[in-house]
């Protein structure tokens, strides 16, 4: 059986398709059984130590948190490939500024494998010089993307940074 396709008016059969589907599936592994549950908890306390880590500019803590491929994007576009290099950012970062977040995640999705996720969300951070210039304001998106990993459980894989408004403007608006 064949069906046309709205968009190409191409027939396409449905055998294929459905084919293609479930490869798709098996591949994305949706055959096993995975407890969402469980793995949201543990996301949830892994963003939490990964907040806590910032605000107290623990480096170690930090650091800890990312794959050796990681990236970090900011949100005037640097980006930091590698651990060591998201290491070497934070530490001139928490060296030259005490750090106050606040990270609310409005969405969590956790891929069908169980062995990658996505947060997104809203970012607010306080930099506080250490030298007593004035605090240095930040909000906008996050986009946090974390891998399971074989042996030590979850790890960052990309955290990107984007801009939006500060806190005192309409956070509709994100």
Same mark, same amino acid.
């Given at each position: 059986?064949?069906?046309?396709?709205?968009?190409?008016?191409?027939?396409?059969?449905?055998?294929?398709?459905?084919?293609?589907?479930?490869?798709?599936?098996?591949?994305?592994?949706?055959?096993?059984?995975?407890? @969402?549950?469980?793995?949201?908890?543990?996301? +949830?306390?892994?963003?939490a130590? &990964?907040? !806590?880590?910032?605000? /107290?500019?623990n $480096?170690?803590?930090?650091?800890?948190?990312?794959?050796?491929?990681?990236?970090?994007?900011?949100?005037?576009?640097?980006? @930091?490939?590698?651990?060591?290099?998201?290491? +070497?950012?934070?530490?001139?970062? &928490?060296? !030259?500024?005490?750090? /106050?977040?606040? $990270?609310?995640?409005?969405?969590?999705?956790?891929?069908?494998?169980?062995?990658?996720?996505?947060?997104?969300?809203?970012?607010?951070?306080?930099?506080?010089?250490k030298?007593?210039?004035?605090?240095?304001?930040?909000?906008?998106?996050?986009?946090?993307?974390?891998?399971?990993?074989?042996?030590?459980?979850?790890?960052?894989?990309?955290?990107?940074?984007?801009?939006?408004?500060?806190?005192?403007?309409?956070?509709?608006?994100?």
């Amino acid at each position: 059986m064949t069906i046309m396709t709205q968009l190409y008016k191409r027939p396409v059969r449905t055998s294929s398709t459905a084919l293609w589907f479930f490869v798709l599936m098996l591949a994305l592994g949706c055959g096993k059984s995975v407890d @969402f549950a469980a793995v949201t908890k543990v996301l +949830n306390d892994k963003v939490a130590e &990964f907040e !806590t880590a910032l605000n /107290e500019g623990n $480096l170690a803590g930090f650091a800890v948190m990312f794959k050796d491929d990681a990236k970090l994007t900011r949100p005037d576009g640097t980006y @930091f490939e590698g651990k060591a290099a998201i290491e +070497n950012w934070a530490r001139e970062a &928490f060296a !030259t500024h005490a750090i /106050e977040s606040e $990270l609310n995640f409005d969405k969590l999705l956790i891929y069908p494998s169980g062995k990658r996720a996505f947060y997104r969300g809203v970012y607010h951070l306080n930099r506080q010089p250490k030298d007593g210039g004035e605090i240095e304001k930040e909000s906008g998106w996050y986009r946090l993307f974390w891998h399971k990993m074989p042996d030590s459980g979850w790890k960052i894989y990309r955290l990107n940074w984007l801009n939006a408004p500060t806190k005192n403007e309409d956070e509709d608006a994100f």
